[in-house]
């Protein structure tokens, strides 16, 4: 966490001390997911949830993590940066993690969805792809031609 | 300038598909501390951005502002959305100088009367003109004039919102802040010394999406500076459990224990540092191990010594400071007794505050 630079073990001990440092942030999180969870499966609407807004230690995180779990899905992503999409161990609640291109974090959402936007195709990247793929066959039917 | 294309078109051109573009703006969202829920509506608003002029005025200032804000942008989709804003006049950064300049400013003025906007870093000096001038023009006479067709000032830095360095103690050049001289356009203050970049670029963004932000008594946008720091720092539950640092180099210091009683201003200073953080998210004052100064709050300079805790009274300096400039050789007197008068004061003024009497109060 800070700059200075203690030693393996000092830096290992340090690690696990802080990892148990909480804001009690988690908790009323997981019930704010668990009442968003509700809200989908009785009217189908999804709920985001900007982690970069809570003030969150390490030990709230760890809580979460534990509960949440992993689930089925697991996708990464290149676009401008990394970005890891992964269902959680509760299916319908999403982890989403937004990277830059130097790999440092720019935001982080849990999203109660049944299917999170960002992993679907977008109508203006298909259009282009479509664009794109009649440009290439018709490069290729031009070649058989001359 | 040339005529610039839309953002849509410059998207398309670089090849970023549609989906890099959603995740900027929910990171836009995020950053701006607005709901995801409006991450439709900014991504909308940003793709039909008009290409908004910009004339930047530096006036007494470090060139910190203007060095922090170049370091937000790698070439990403944020430079293209800066490429999407007409940077018309920006005297560090165009390669024009002198007349030239200036030339290019009152075109652009010319041009954009009434829609541009201003963004001003550097306070303005007012006792002498001569103190700051940009090609013989003094810095008060290039603002008034600018802001005049301007549709929204920002005033960028501590000096051009609340004064910053310049206007410290004794003020040698009667530095003001854009605020004091410009009464009759929208001001928008992004205070920091310097700011965070994307906090910059993020007000910016704001602007060309959605307009004027909403704006704190200190005409601050909440979104960036909604919350205290100490209110969003990973060290606070040190802070409510009493641990405390008393040096930088004791057990507290190692153990990144609360900076508090090290000066840390941290909860009395409004600003984004604890959640978005500077270079890319890597750090920030506090997680370096040095207590908060308060850069983002009027007068920091000013306010008692930076490694005073803020439960130790800082005294009346400025008062003080004109004393001694107005008593010429009676100052070693009244200074004497206004010193008396003041550490009675103080004395009767310091009540011994721990962390959880500052907690009720707060």
């Not at chain 1, 009690?24 to 009442?35: K, S, V």
């Not at chain 2, 200073?269 to 983002?296: D, M, Q, R």
Request: hydrophobic share 40%; with cysteine; glycine share 10%.
């Amino acid at each position: 966490m800070d700059c200075k630079q203690p030693n393996d073990q000092t830096s290992a001990e340090m690690a696990d001390v802080l990892s148990f440092v909480t804001t009690g942030n988690a908790r009323p999180l997981l019930h704010e997911i668990r009442h968003a969870l509700d809200k989908l499966l009785a009217i189908g609407e999804t709920t985001i949830i900007d982690l970069g807004a809570l003030p969150f230690g390490p030990g709230d995180a760890r809580e979460l993590e534990d509960i949440l779990g992993q689930g089925e899905i697991d996708a990464t992503m290149t676009i401008m940066g990394r970005s890891h999409v992964r269902e959680t161990g509760v299916p319908g609640v999403w982890r989403i993690d937004h990277f830059d291109e130097e790999d440092e974090v720019q935001s982080r959402f849990i999203e109660i969805t049944f299917m999170p936007d960002i992993l679907k195709t977008q109508r203006e990247d298909a259009e282009r792809g479509l664009e794109h793929l009649r440009e290439r066959l018709a490069e290729l039917e031009g070649n058989r031609q001359t | 300038m040339p005529n610039k294309p839309m953002l849509k078109d410059l998207m398309k051109t670089h090849g970023v598909s549609r989906r890099a573009f959603m995740k900027y703006c929910a990171s836009l969202a995020s950053v701006m501390a607005l709901s995801p829920a409006m991450v439709p509506r900014i991504a909308e608003a940003l793709e039909n951005a008009p290409r908004t002029s910009v004339i930047w005025l530096s006036f007494q200032e470090c060139t910190g502002c203007t060095e922090a804000i170049t370091r937000s942008h790698a070439p990403t989709i944020e430079d293209m959305i800066f490429n999407a804003i007409s940077l018309d006049y920006h005297h560090t950064l165009q390669a024009a100088s002198g007349h030239a300049a200036e030339e290019a400013r009152e075109h652009a003025m010319k041009e954009h009367w009434g829609e541009y906007l201003v963004v001003v870093d550097g306070s303005i000096p007012i006792k002498d003109p001569g103190y700051s001038t940009i090609a013989g023009i003094s810095n008060l006479d290039m603002l008034k004039d600018t802001a005049a067709g301007a549709a929204a000032i920002v005033s960028v830095g501590t000096c051009a919102a609340y004064g910053g360095v310049g206007h410290a103690d004794p003020n040698p050049t009667g530095a003001v802040a854009v605020s004091e001289i410009i009464k009759d356009k929208p001001i928008i203050n992004v205070p920091g010394c310097p700011p965070i970049p994307v906090v910059m670029t993020g007000v910016l963004a704001h602007f060309l999406s959605l307009g004027i932000p909403e704006l704190d008594e200190l005409g601050r946008p909440k979104a960036f500076f909604g919350n205290a720091i100490h209110d969003r720092c990973y060290r606070r539950p040190f802070y409510d459990k009493g641990l405390f640092a008393n040096g930088f180099d004791d057990e507290g210091a190692k153990e990144g224990w609360c900076l508090y009683k090290l000066g840390c201003k941290g909860p009395t200073t409004k600003a984004a540092c604890a959640t978005v953080k500077w270079n890319n998210g890597v750090s920030f004052p506090i997680e370096a191990g040095h207590p908060c100064l308060g850069c983002t709050e009027p007068d920091f300079w000013d306010n008692g010594g930076f490694y005073k805790p803020l439960s130790v009274p800082s005294g009346d300096y400025r008062r003080l400071g004109l004393a001694a400039v107005a008593g010429g050789a009676a100052a070693g007197v009244a200074g004497g007794l206004l010193a008396k008068a003041t550490k009675a004061k103080a004395a009767k003024a310091h009540e011994t505050v721990d962390a959880h009497d500052l907690e009720k109060s707060s």
